[in-house]
């Protein structure tokens, strides 16, 4: 199987690179200049040129703060883009898998989103996320749309690299502890695509294994038991101790607002596909053996 990738740097891009050989999966990640989101014309002859079989749109405009202040910007990758990733690849005769994220949601509700539950973004990033998934949908009826968060791997910029980092100079690091998610590993991630897009490659008119699917690790926690569980980890392989100050999430205010609530049911995934990612401590532990091994 042939996966052609948008992108080639981003934290699900190079752990798919990884993962392909050991799974038998040749993946082509294709970025710029010879695919670039922010013009669309080149996406339909990239993706021609590389001859997939499935292809899979894991770039994206994700800063989400900046977002707020280049709304044109962010659509136009997340929401344009997207919809003619999907097109490009129904022209192609392939399925396409878009990357989706939690901010679709509010952050409101009390319990794990499903995917069938009302969609509200509080923000330009989670709106232009939610256009590309509309805009995937009507392009191509090929599609399987995986909703992920809190993604985090040995490489890129994340949440575990930040905190790692911090903890080089501080004795303490500030958290916020009223944003509960569930932290995904990418290389995880990978591994799950690759599972999904055998799914649609071997079952062609299977409508069941279409459509929009909540994707993360198994577990919840908050940014701050995030946190301690990464100094922990770290302290365990040779690093300095660091304490964690719980936060309010007023104390750390942002330009966009973030969910308090980014918890996916990730059990359509499972019965569906046969896909249930592993627990994120098991996760993390794999990451932070990657980050802290001596060198």
């Given at each position: ?94 399925p396409?898998?878009q990357?989706s994220?939690?901010y ?32 995937v ?58 599972a ?38 770290a ?14 999430a ?6 966009a ?39």
């Open positions: 199987m042939r996966l052609a990738v948008t992108g080639r740097d981003g934290q699900v891009v190079r752990s798919l690179l990884e993962a392909g050989p050991a799974a038998g999966v040749e993946v082509i990640a294709i970025g710029r200049p010879v695919l670039d989101l922010e013009r669309p014309e080149t996406i339909a002859p990239a993706l021609a040129a590389a001859r997939p079989d499935v292809v899979v749109n894991a770039a994206a405009y994700t800063a989400v703060d900046q977002a707020e202040a280049e709304p044109d910007r962010a659509h136009l990758i997340n929401a344009t883009a997207a919809g003619a990733v999907a097109a490009a690849a129904r022209a192609l005769g392939c396409v898998i990357i994220t939690d679709v949601f509010d952050g409101t509700k009390a319990a794990p989103y499903g995917e069938d539950d009302p969609v509200g973004p509080a923000g330009v990033y989670g709106a232009s996320k939610l256009a590309g998934e509309r805009a949908a009507a392009a191509s009826p090929d599609h399987a749309i995986l909703r992920t968060a809190w993604v985090f791997a040995p490489f890129g910029k994340n949440f575990v690299r930040t905190m790692l980092h911090l903890g080089e100079t501080r004795d303490e690091v500030r958290v916020v502890a009223d944003q509960q998610g569930c932290p995904t590993y990418a290389p995880d991630i990978a591994a799950a695509i690759i999904v897009a055998r799914n649609l490659k071997a079952r062609p008119d299977d409508a069941a294994l279409r459509g929009v699917f909540h994707m993360t690790g198994s577990g919840e926690t908050t940014w701050a038991g995030f946190a301690e569980a990464i100094f922990a980890g302290a365990a392989l040779g690093r300095r101790p660091v304490r964690v100050v719980p936060i309010p007023r104390e750390y205010p942002t330009p607002r973030r969910p308090a609530n980014s918890r996916l049911d990730c059990g359509r995934l499972a019965r569906v596909h046969g896909v249930r990612l592993p627990a994120w401590p098991d996760a993390l532990q794999r990451c932070l053996a990657r980050l802290c091994a001596p060198v």
